[in-house]
C-alpha cells in the first residue's frame, strides 16, 4: 500500500503549536487558579483579624462594665469579667500568634505600631483586673457586712424609739432621754459612714475613720445605760421594760461591734479595688480607640491587595487568548486533514473497482480466480481474499471426499442398526416370559405369606388366651389363700366363743351355788322365824319369797347349763369342720398353683411358636417384596429392550437419512470449480 506523505511537516508543525499553547494555558490557569486561592485565603484571615480587633473593642467597654459592678459587691460581675478578660487574652493571642485551629498566622507587620499600642493597654487593664478578681472574697464579705447592717442598724433605731417611748411614759430624767434619742441619731451615722465607705469616693477613708468612732461611742453609751458610767455621765436605766429593751438592742450590737474591725481592716483593701475599677474605666476608653485603629489597619490591608486582583485578571485574559490561538491552530489542522482524507478516498475508490473486476467470476463459483496484491488499502484485502478462496478450495475438496466416505459408512452402519433391532425384538420377547413367570411365582409367595401372617395371627391370640389363663390361675390361687385366712380366722373367733361359753359355764356354776346357799338361808330364816312366833311372821313371809326367788335362780342356772353346753358342743363341730375346710383350700390352692405352673409352660410354647410363625411371615414378605423387585426390574428391562429396538429402527432410519445428506452436500458443491489436481481426487472417491 502507498502511504500518504504530504503535510507531514506541517502537521507535526501544528502538532507542537498545540501543545505548546496547552502548556501555557495549563500555566496560565494554575496561575490563575494560585492568584485566587491567595486572595480568597488573605481575604478569609483578613476578616478573623477584623473580626477579632472588633471584638477586643466590645470587650474592653465589657470589661469595664464589669469591673465597675464587681467593686460594687456584685457577685454575678466577677464571673462575667473573669470570662471578659479571658476572651480578651485569647484574642488577643489569635493576633499576636495566630490561631492553629483554623490556619490564622500571626498579625502582619504592617500593623505592628497598632499592636504595640493596645499591647501596652491591656497589660496595664490585665493588671488592675487581676487585682479585682483576687480581692473578689474581701469585696463580697464586705458588702455582706454591709447588708447585714443595713438590716440590723434600722432595728437598733426602732427598738431606741421605744426605749424613748418608755422613758418618757415612766418619767425618767431628760438627760436620760436625750441620751437615747443621740443613741438613735448616732446608729443613722453609723449607717451612713459604711455607705459611705463602700461608694469608694474621696471622702472614703474619713468615713471609715469616723464609723469606727461612733460604733466605739455608741457601744459605750449603750453600756452606760445598762450599768451606768460616770466618766461619760451616763446614768443607768432602772425601769424594768426600759432596760428589757436595750438588753435586746445589745444583742443586736454584738454584730454591728464585731463587723467594725472587718470593716476597718478591708476597707483599704476595698479602696485599691475601687482604684482599680477606675483606672479601667479609663483604660478601656484609650484601649477602645486602639483597638479601633487596629480594626482599621486591617481594613487597609485589605484594601491594598486589589493589585493582586487585577493582576488575576490579567492571568485570566492570557489563559482566554491562549484558548483562541489553540483553537485557530485547531481549525486549520482540521481542514488541512479534511484535503488529505479526501484525496485518500478517491485513491481507495479506485483500488476497490480494480479488486472488484479481478473477482467478479468467484460469485459463479469459480475457484481458479486470484486477486492483485497492490500496494494499496485493498492489498491487504486482496490478500485475504487468496487465502480465503484457497481453503474454500480445500473445504469442498474435502467435502467431496467426506461425502464419498460417509455414504460408504452408512451402508454398513444401516445393516448392522437393522441386526440389532431384530436381536433387540427378540430379547423383549424373552424377557416377556420372564416377567410373566416371576409374577406367578410373586403371587405364590403372596400366598404363603398371607397364610405364615394367619398362623401368626392364631399363635399371638394363643399367646394372649394362656396369658389371660395364666392370670385367673394366679386370681384364683389369690382368691383361696383369701378364704383360708377368713376361715382361719372364723375358726380363731369360734375357739373364743367355746372359751366365752366355758367361762359363761362357770359363772352359771357359781350362780347354781349362790341359789343353792340362799336356799339354805332361806330356811334357816323360816325356821328362826317359826320359831319367834307372831314376831317372826313378817320376816317368814320374806323368807319363803326369797326361797321361791333361790329356787327360780337354780332351775334357770341348769337352763342356761344346759344351752352353753350345747353351745360348746357346736362350737367344736364348727372348729372341726373350719379346719377340714381349710385343708381342702389349700389343696384346691395347691391344684391351682400346678395348673398355673402348667399355663405358663403352655404360654412359653405358644410365644416360641408365634414366633417362629412371625420369621417366617417376615421371610415369605421379604421373598414378595424381593419378587415384586424383580418383576418391576424385569419390566424396566423389558421397557429398555423395547426402546432399544425402537432406537435400533430409528437410528437405521437416521443411517439412511444421513446417506441422504451425503448425496445432498455432494450435490451442494459440485457447482465449484477446482483445480486440475484437486478435481481428479474428488472423482476417485
Not at 469608694?200 to 445605760?225: C, H, I, K, T
Given at each position: 500500500?502507498?502511504?500518504a506523505?504530504?503535510?507531514k511537516?506541517?502537521?507535526?508543525r501544528?502538532?507542537?503549536?498545540?501543545?505548546?499553547?496547552?502548556i501555557?494555558?495549563?500555566?496560565?490557569i494554575?496561575?490563575?487558579?494560585?492568584?485566587?486561592?491567595?486572595?480568597n485565603?488573605?481575604?478569609?484571615?483578613?476578616?478573623?483579624?477584623i473580626?477579632?480587633?472588633?471584638?477586643?473593642?466590645?470587650l474592653?467597654?465589657?470589661?469595664?462594665k464589669?469591673?465597675?459592678?464587681?467593686?460594687?459587691?456584685?457577685?454575678?460581675?466577677?464571673?462575667?469579667?473573669?470570662?471578659?478578660?479571658?476572651d480578651?487574652?485569647?484574642?488577643?493571642?489569635?493576633?499576636?500568634?495566630?490561631?492553629?485551629?483554623?490556619?490564622l498566622?500571626?498579625?502582619?507587620s504592617a500593623?505592628?505600631?497598632?499592636?504595640?499600642?493596645?499591647?501596652?493597654?491591656?497589660?496595664?487593664?490585665?493588671k488592675?483586673?487581676?487585682a479585682?478578681?483576687?480581692?473578689?472574697?474581701?469585696?463580697?464579705?464586705?458588702?455582706?457586712?454591709?447588708?447585714t447592717?443595713?438590716?440590723?442598724?434600722?432595728?437598733l433605731?426602732?427598738?431606741y424609739e421605744?426605749?424613748?417611748?418608755?422613758?418618757?411614759?415612766?418619767?425618767?430624767?431628760a438627760?436620760?432621754?436625750?441620751?437615747?434619742?443621740r443613741q438613735?441619731?448616732?446608729?443613722?451615722?453609723?449607717?451612713?459612714?459604711?455607705n459611705?465607705?463602700?461608694?469608694?469616693?474621696e471622702?472614703?477613708?474619713?468615713?471609715?475613720?469616723?464609723?469606727?468612732?461612733?460604733?466605739?461611742?455608741?457601744?459605750?453609751v449603750?453600756?452606760?445605760?445598762l450599768?451606768?458610767?460616770?466618766?461619760?455621765?451616763v446614768?443607768?436605766?432602772?425601769?424594768?421594760d426600759?432596760?428589757?429593751?436595750l438588753?435586746?438592742?445589745?444583742?443586736?450590737?454584738?454584730?454591728?461591734?464585731?463587723?467594725v474591725?472587718?470593716?476597718?481592716?478591708?476597707?483599704?483593701e476595698?479602696f485599691k479595688?475601687r482604684?482599680?475599677?477606675?483606672?479601667?474605666?479609663?483604660?478601656?476608653?484609650?484601649?477602645?480607640?486602639?483597638?479601633?485603629?487596629?480594626?482599621?489597619?486591617?481594613?487597609n490591608?485589605?484594601?491594598?491587595?486589589?493589585?493582586?486582583?487585577?493582576g488575576?485578571?490579567?492571568?485570566?485574559?492570557?489563559?482566554l487568548?491562549?484558548?483562541?490561538?489553540?483553537?485557530?491552530?485547531?481549525?486549520?489542522?482540521?481542514?488541512?486533514?479534511?484535503r488529505?482524507?479526501?484525496?485518500?478516498?478517491?485513491?481507495?475508490?479506485?483500488?476497490?473497482?480494480?479488486?472488484l473486476?479481478?473477482?467478479?467470476?468467484?460469485?459463479?463459483?469459480?475457484?481458479?480466480?486470484?486477486?492483485?496484491?497492490t500496494?494499496d488499502f485493498?492489498?491487504t484485502i486482496?490478500?485475504?481474499?487468496?487465502?480465503?478462496?484457497?481453503?474454500?478450495?480445500?473445504l469442498?475438496?474435502?467435502?467431496?471426499l467426506?461425502?464419498?466416505?460417509?455414504?460408504?459408512?452408512?451402508?454398513?452402519?444401516?445393516?448392522?442398526?437393522?441386526?440389532?433391532?431384530?436381536a433387540?425384538?427378540?430379547?423383549a420377547?424373552q424377557?416377556a416370559?420372564?416377567?410373566?413367570?416371576?409374577?406367578?411365582?410373586?403371587?405364590?409367595i403372596d400366598?404363603?405369606?398371607?397364610?405364615?401372617?394367619?398362623?401368626?395371627?392364631?399363635?399371638e391370640?394363643?399367646?394372649?388366651i394362656?396369658n389371660?389363663?395364666?392370670e385367673?390361675?394366679?386370681?384364683t390361687?389369690?382368691?383361696m389363700?383369701?378364704?383360708?385366712?377368713?376361715?382361719?380366722?372364723?375358726?380363731?373367733?369360734?375357739?373364743?366363743?367355746?372359751?366365752s361359753s366355758?367361762e359363761?359355764?362357770?359363772?352359771?356354776?357359781?350362780?347354781?351355788?349362790?341359789?343353792?346357799?340362799?336356799?339354805?338361808l332361806?330356811?334357816?330364816?323360816?325356821?328362826?322365824?317359826?320359831?319367834?312366833?307372831?314376831?317372826?311372821?313378817?320376816f317368814?313371809?320374806?323368807?319363803?319369797?326369797?326361797?321361791?326367788l333361790?329356787?327360780?335362780s337354780?332351775?334357770a342356772?341348769?337352763?342356761?347349763?344346759?344351752?352353753?353346753r350345747?353351745?360348746?358342743?357346736?362350737?367344736?363341730e364348727?372348729?372341726?369342720?373350719m379346719?377340714?375346710?381349710?385343708?381342702?383350700?389349700?389343696r384346691?390352692?395347691?391344684?391351682?398353683?400346678?395348673?398355673?405352673?402348667?399355663?405358663e409352660e403352655?404360654?412359653?410354647?405358644?410365644?416360641?411358636?408365634?414366633?417362629?410363625?412371625?420369621?417366617?411371615?417376615?421371610?415369605?414378605?421379604?421373598?414378595t417384596?424381593s419378587?415384586?423387585?424383580i418383576?418391576?426390574?424385569?419390566?424396566?428391562i423389558q421397557?429398555?429392550?423395547?426402546?432399544?429396538?425402537?432406537?435400533?429402527t430409528?437410528?437405521?432410519?437416521?443411517?439412511?437419512?444421513?446417506?441422504?445428506?451425503?448425496?445432498?452436500?455432494?450435490?451442494?458443491?459440485?457447482?465449484?470449480?477446482?483445480?486440475?489436481?484437486?478435481?481428479e481426487?474428488?472423482?476417485?472417491?
Amino acid at each position: 500500500m502507498i502511504k500518504a506523505k504530504t503535510g507531514k511537516p506541517e502537521g507535526s508543525r501544528s502538532r507542537s503549536q498545540i501543545i505548546a499553547l496547552f502548556i501555557a494555558l495549563i500555566v496560565f490557569i494554575m496561575l490563575l487558579f494560585a492568584n485566587f486561592a491567595y486572595l480568597n485565603t488573605q481575604a478569609t484571615y483578613d476578616k478573623q483579624y477584623i473580626g477579632h480587633a472588633g471584638e477586643l473593642r466590645v470587650l474592653s467597654q465589657r470589661i469595664a462594665k464589669n469591673a465597675t459592678e464587681a467593686a460594687a459587691g456584685k457577685a454575678a460581675a466577677f464571673k462575667l469579667l473573669s470570662d471578659a478578660r479571658n476572651d480578651f487574652a485569647q484574642r488577643w493571642g489569635y493576633l499576636k500568634q495566630g490561631d492553629p485551629a483554623t490556619g490564622l498566622p500571626p498579625a502582619p507587620s504592617a500593623v505592628r505600631p497598632e499592636m504595640r499600642a493596645v499591647q501596652l493597654d491591656w497589660e496595664r487593664l490585665l493588671k488592675n483586673t487581676d487585682a479585682i478578681l483576687s480581692s473578689e472574697q474581701t469585696v463580697l464579705s464586705l458588702h455582706q457586712v454591709a447588708a447585714t447592717l443595713a438590716e440590723t442598724v434600722p432595728q437598733l433605731q426602732v427598738e431606741y424609739e421605744k426605749v424613748v417611748e418608755t422613758l418618757l411614759q415612766r418619767g425618767a430624767p431628760a438627760a436620760q432621754v436625750a441620751m437615747a434619742q443621740r443613741q438613735s441619731l448616732l446608729a443613722e451615722r453609723i449607717l451612713g459612714a459604711v455607705n459611705t465607705v463602700l461608694s469608694g469616693d474621696e471622702n472614703s477613708q474619713q468615713a471609715a475613720d469616723a464609723f469606727g468612732r461612733d460604733a466605739a461611742r455608741f457601744g459605750q453609751v449603750l453600756n452606760g445605760m445598762l450599768q451606768g458610767n460616770p466618766s461619760l455621765k451616763v446614768s443607768q436605766v432602772e425601769d424594768r421594760d426600759a432596760r428589757a429593751r436595750l438588753i435586746e438592742i445589745s444583742e443586736l450590737f454584738e454584730f454591728v461591734s464585731g463587723s467594725v474591725d472587718e470593716i476597718l481592716e478591708t476597707s483599704p483593701e476595698l479602696f485599691k479595688v475601687r482604684e482599680s475599677a477606675t483606672s479601667i474605666f479609663t483604660l478601656s476608653q484609650t484601649l477602645l480607640e486602639e483597638a479601633s485603629h487596629l480594626a482599621g489597619g486591617f481594613e487597609n490591608l485589605a484594601g491594598g491587595r486589589n493589585t493582586d486582583t487585577i493582576g488575576g485578571y490579567v492571568l485570566g485574559l492570557l489563559a482566554l487568548m491562549s484558548i483562541i490561538l489553540i483553537g485557530l491552530v485547531m481549525v486549520r489542522e482540521t481542514n488541512r486533514q479534511l484535503r488529505e482524507t479526501a484525496e485518500k478516498n478517491e485513491r481507495n475508490q479506485n483500488a476497490i473497482m480494480r479488486l472488484l473486476d479481478e473477482i467478479e467470476d468467484l460469485a459463479d463459483g469459480d475457484l481458479t480466480v486470484t486477486a492483485s496484491v497492490t500496494e494499496d488499502f485493498t492489498g491487504t484485502i486482496a490478500d485475504s481474499i487468496n487465502y480465503s478462496v484457497d481453503q474454500l478450495r480445500d473445504l469442498v475438496a474435502t467435502i467431496n471426499l467426506t461425502a464419498g466416505q460417509v455414504a460408504a459408512a452408512v451402508q454398513e452402519t444401516q445393516a448392522t442398526a437393522m441386526h440389532l433391532a431384530q436381536a433387540s425384538e427378540h430379547q423383549a420377547q424373552q424377557i416377556a416370559e420372564a416377567s410373566t413367570a416371576i409374577n406367578d411365582m410373586a403371587q405364590s409367595i403372596d400366598q404363603v405369606s398371607a397364610n405364615a401372617a394367619e398362623s401368626s395371627a392364631v399363635a399371638e391370640r394363643s399367646v394372649e388366651i394362656a396369658n389371660k389363663g395364666n392370670e385367673v390361675v394366679h386370681n384364683t390361687i389369690h382368691g383361696m389363700d383369701n378364704i383360708r385366712e377368713q376361715i382361719q380366722d372364723t375358726a380363731k373367733r369360734i375357739k373364743r366363743l367355746g372359751e366365752s361359753s366355758q367361762e359363761i359355764g362357770d359363772i352359771v356354776s357359781l350362780i347354781d351355788d349362790i341359789a343353792d346357799q340362799t336356799n339354805i338361808l332361806a330356811l334357816n330364816a323360816a325356821i328362826q322365824a317359826s320359831m319367834a312366833g307372831d314376831a317372826g311372821r313378817g320376816f317368814a313371809v320374806v323368807a319363803d319369797e326369797v326361797q321361791r326367788l333361790a329356787e327360780r335362780s337354780s332351775a334357770a342356772t341348769r337352763q342356761i347349763e344346759t344351752l352353753v353346753r350345747a353351745i360348746q358342743t357346736d362350737t367344736n363341730e364348727a372348729v372341726i369342720s373350719m379346719e377340714q375346710t381349710t385343708t381342702e383350700v389349700v389343696r384346691g390352692a395347691r391344684l391351682a398353683q400346678d395348673a398355673g405352673v402348667a399355663l405358663e409352660e403352655i404360654e412359653g410354647v405358644s410365644k416360641t411358636l408365634a414366633a417362629l410363625i412371625q420369621s417366617i411371615s417376615n421371610a415369605a414378605q421379604q421373598q414378595t417384596s424381593s419378587a415384586g423387585q424383580i418383576s418391576l426390574t424385569m419390566n424396566v428391562i423389558q421397557q429398555i429392550t423395547t426402546q432399544t429396538s425402537s432406537g435400533s429402527t430409528a437410528t437405521a432410519e437416521s443411517i439412511g437419512n444421513l446417506a441422504k445428506m451425503a448425496s445432498q452436500l455432494r450435490r451442494s458443491v459440485s457447482g465449484f470449480t477446482l483445480p486440475a489436481a484437486k478435481a481428479e481426487v474428488a472423482d476417485k472417491v
